[in-house]
């Protein structure tokens, strides 16, 4: 990761030895080294643990000359070092983690040039926001792997107190709406997990998250519906990862209502066309009505589906071109909508 960063002291600073050094309370390591081909040295010989109780850059012209580094391994033995600068990597609170140094197996009674220090702090100064960066990023990591948990924690507690609710209801029309809400409640947690899985990114790939569900719809129903087969043809279409659970419910509402109510095969395509994404599933049934319009269906599916799009501005229709059922779904790019 800092690799980069070592070479450029070294060459600016014409020194055969360039370290982003790293401490803790019992250990020194090297994020990057040029020059001494091992990536950790015992502490108590580490020249850099007297750096950082310095401020600004600690430069020792001489190690031979200095009582602290006199009597040093590295000085008295290989790599027989002479000179040290060292820049302090230091967190914006004020801990000091370690240093951005160069080293040299000759005395430097001149030390740096001004461009040289600048060089060197400017470098170190890289490096602590490569470093925030990283804890940025894992901190970020942690609170989407707690959210995940409360909200599938949540899900579960929803979906088993819908099935409760199910199971004792007298009114069997009662009964099978809970049933299908604890349906889709499963559903719904089905895809937060295959998003969360897919990563916590800006945008999703759409192909890549939409086959994730079809897979898992196939394993869930292949004993439901034996013999039925889900195949899925997906261009890669990029969508704000904030939006794709919606765009995945909307599918698996298609898939479901497929398989509960058609034939044959279920046939998934996804693809975009402009800033328009198109998504259609169709089966080997038989055509729909001629003055069927999906709009108009009363059920508790078509209901969510609709919701779903015209919260989004997008169209359900029927392709009646087909010769058997098939539903397409268009959806403007997200940022097209009015």
């Known amino acids: 990761m800092f690799d980069d960063f070592v070479r450029i002291a070294a060459q600016v600073c014409d020194a055969p030895v360039s370290v982003v050094n ?21 502490l108590d ?9 310095q401020p600004n850059v600690f430069i020792v012209p001489d190690l031979t000359l200095d009582e602290r580094f006199d009597s040093n391994p590295l000085v008295t033995g290989n790599p027989r070092l002479r000179f040290y600068a060292g820049a302090l990597l230091e967190t914006p609170e004020g801990l000091p983690l370690g240093t951005m140094c160069v080293l040299d197996t000759k005395p430097r009674p001149e030390g740096l040039t001004e461009q040289q220090i600048f060089t060197l702090e400017a470098l170190a100064r890289q490096v602590m926001a490569q470093l925030e960066l990283r804890r940025s990023v894992a901190e970020k990591e942690l609170l989407v792997l707690e959210a995940h948990h ?3 924690n949540s899900l579960s507690m929803v979906q088993a107190l819908l099935s409760l609710q199910a199971r004792m209801a007298t009114d069997s029309e009662a009964a099978r709406q809970l049933r ?18 897919v990563g916590a990114t800006l945008r999703v790939n759409l192909a890549v998250y939409l086959r994730s569900l079809v897979d898992d719809q196939k394993t869930a129903l292949a004993s439901t519906f034996e013999g039925r087969r889900i195949v899925l043809g997906a261009a890669d279409v990029f969508w704000p990862s904030s939006d794709a659970a ?30 328009t994404t198109i998504l259609s599933v169709e089966d080997e049934g038989r055509d729909l009505p001629d003055d069927y319009e999906p709009s108009g269906g009363k059920g508790l599916g078509m209901r969510v589906l609709s919701g779903l799009l015209q919260s989004r501005q997008g169209q359900l229709a029927f392709d009646r071109s087909r010769g058997h059922t ?13």
């Open 326 to 338: 098939c539903f397409v779904v268009t959806l403007p790019a997200p940022g097209q909508t009015q």
């Open 45 to 53: 010989i580490s020249i850099c643990g007297h750096a950082i109780l």
């Open 22 to 42: 790293l401490l803790d309370a019992k250990r020194q390591w090297f994020a990057a080294e040029i020059g001494l081909g091992v990536r950790e040295t015992p």
């Open 180 to 197: 299908e809400s604890a349906g889709r409640i499963v559903t719904v947690a089905a895809i937060h997990e295959h998003l969360y899985k």
């Open 246 to 275: 919606a765009v995945g419910l909307i599918l698996m509402e298609l898939v479901t209502n497929a398989l509960k109510y058609g034939e044959g095969t279920v046939t998934v395509t996804l693809r975009s066309s402009g800033d």
């Open 150 to 152: 409360r909200v599938k």
